[in-house]
Nanobody, 118 residues
Framework: QVQLVESGGGLVQPGGSLRLSCTAS????????MMWYRQAPGSEREFVAG????????NYADTVKDRFTISRDNAKSTAYLQMNSLKVDDTAVYYC???????????WGQGIQVTVSS
């Protein structure tokens, strides 16, 4: 049974930091690229950051570049999103996504709320 479980969300003040985790099970984590998306109320889901299965290639949305860092620990089947200098506009539900064209898999977590507010 495939599962992606996000954790680490919550309420933080502007300028603060949070680290999201996404722990995977039920598939070969090492063979999948991992992405984070987010969806704010009334908005479309948008790409935030992605990391290739080999850990060498990462990319970010322009809105989070230089503030967010994506990483992965294949031994723990976990992906992370370190979020620094958080802004009110970062408030959203954050989703973890695992994708592999070769394996034919495209899996999503249930989402976790991040609220940036004073």
């Amino acid at each position: 049974q495939v599962q992606l479980v996000e954790s680490g969300g919550g309420l933080v003040q502007p300028g603060g930091s949070l680290r999201l985790s996404c722990t995977a099970s039920g598939f070969d984590f090492n063979s999948y690229a991992m992405m984070w998306y987010r969806q704010a109320p009334g908005s479309e889901r948008e790409f935030v950051a992605g990391i290739a299965k080999n850990d060498y290639i990462v990319n970010y949305a322009d809105t989070v570049k230089d503030r967010f860092t994506i990483s992965r620990d294949n031994a723990k089947s976990t992906a992370y999103l370190q979020m620094n200098s958080l802004k009110v506009d970062d408030t959203a539900v954050y989703y973890c996504n695992a994708r592999s064209k070769a394996a034919g898999g495209d899996y999503w977590g249930q989402g976790i709320q991040v609220t940036v507010s004073s």
